[in-house]
Antibody, heavy 119, light 114 residues
């Protein structure tokens, strides 16, 4: 059974940093691209960042480019999101999502980890 | 960026009736080399993560009831629930994965029981 478990969220002051993690199991992690998608309270889904199976291709939404860094450790079956210079508008539930091999639609999602940015 | 626009924003349908949600992309998501539309649909129930329903615009994900169907090509797509059940109350999102530099979702359509 595929499982994605996010962690690392919490309350952080504007301008500070936070590192999210996603522990994956139930599939061959290093075969698949992985993504972060966020959802602000009461709002819709926003793609944040994605990384290919071998970290050779990485992308970011314009809203986080230069502030967030995605990475993965295939030996640990883990995905990460380093978030720097956090802003109030970054406050959201952050989901880890697995992409399917044939196309970047997201076939499995974690339960999410909540990031609250407030002074 | 490819902008995805869903209509309506909210929808109330009687149990057993048909529900139709539309999604329009600002540019075509049909890849000519393989004739595939890079369009997916997700269902999100309150307090839950999104769930994949449809990919390649019309391919139903394993385990998804056959009352859910997707159609359309190019820039115009539709998600149809043929006979609404109580458990289908949710927010539905379309997503394009044609532009791999910027994946985008529609704003969501909230589906309720009339």
């Amino acid at each position: 059974e595929v499982q994605l478990v996010e962690s690392g969220g919490g309350l952080v002051q504007p301008g500070r940093s936070l590192r999210l993690s996603c522990a994956a199991s139930g599939f061959t992690f290093d075969d698949y691209a992985m993504h972060w998608v966020r959802q602000a309270p009461g709002k819709g889904l926003e793609w944040v960042s994605g990384i290919s199976w071998n970290s050779g291709s990485i992308g970011y939404a314009d809203s986080v480019k230069g502030r967030f860094t995605i990475s993965r450790d295939n030996a640990k079956n883990s995905l990460y999101l380093q978030m720097n210079s956090l802003r109030a508008e970054d406050m959201a539930l952050y989901y880890c999502a697995k992409a399917e091999l044939s196309g970047d639609y997201f076939d499995y999602w974690g339960q999410g980890t909540l990031v609250t940015v407030s002074s | 960026d490819i902008v995805m626009t869903q209509s309506p924003d909210s929808l109330a349908v009687s149990l057993g009736e048909r529900a139709t949600i539309n999604c329009k992309s600002s540019q075509s998501v049909l890849y000519s080399s393989n004739n595939k539309n890079y369009l997916a649909w997700y269902q999100q129930k309150p307090g839950q993560p999104p769930k994949l329903l449809i990919y390649w615009a019309s391919t139903r994900e394993s385990g998804v009831p056959d009352r859910f169907s997707g159609s359309g090509s190019g820039t115009d797509f539709t998600l149809t629930i043929s006979s609404l059940q109580a458990e289908d109350v949710a927010v539905y999102y379309c997503q394009q994965y044609y532009s791999t530099s910027m994946y985008t979702f529609g704003q969501g359509t909230k589906l309720e029981i009339k």
